[in-house]
């Protein structure tokens, strides 16, 4: 089964943007749908964004505009630009498939907004 480390996550304050990684132990070419998730404490895990295998993009709600979802197929590794943070974007961030069963999680990245 492919392993996915994330990391990128940190403090950052209101305003401003983090860059996320997801670094996966085997090929992500042929996943067709890989996206990135949030979760906080108490709430299930939210699915913030999702990126096709051709590069075809969708957000939730609260993060269309400001996040922007990649993948570098080649590279193993799927990315996730946050600018104009909240904080309410405070969570976990972790990657996974985004269509059928997911793989085992990664240990996510912590992502904490505050001034």
């Known amino acids: 089964q492919v392993q996915l480390v994330e990391s990128g996550g940190g403090l950052v304050q209101p305003g401003g943007s983090l860059r996320l990684s997801c670094a996966a132990s085997?090929?992500?070419?042929?996943?067709?749908?890989m996206g990135w998730y949030r979760q906080t404490p108490g709430k299930q895990r939210e699915l913030v964004a999702t990126?096709?295998?051709?590069?075809?993009?969708n957000y939730g709600d609260s993060v269309r505009g400001r996040f922007t979802i990649s993948r570098d197929n080649a590279k193993k590794t799927m990315y996730l630009q946050m600018n104009s943070l909240k904080p309410e974007d405070t969570a976990v961030y972790y990657c996974?498939?985004?269509?059928?069963?997911?793989?085992?999680w990664g240990q996510g990245t912590q992502v904490t907004v505050s001034s």
């Open positions: 996974n498939r985004a269509l059928g069963p997911v793989w085992s």
């Open positions: 085997g090929s992500i070419s042929s996943i067709y749908v």
């Open positions: 990126i096709t295998s051709g590069g075809s993009a």
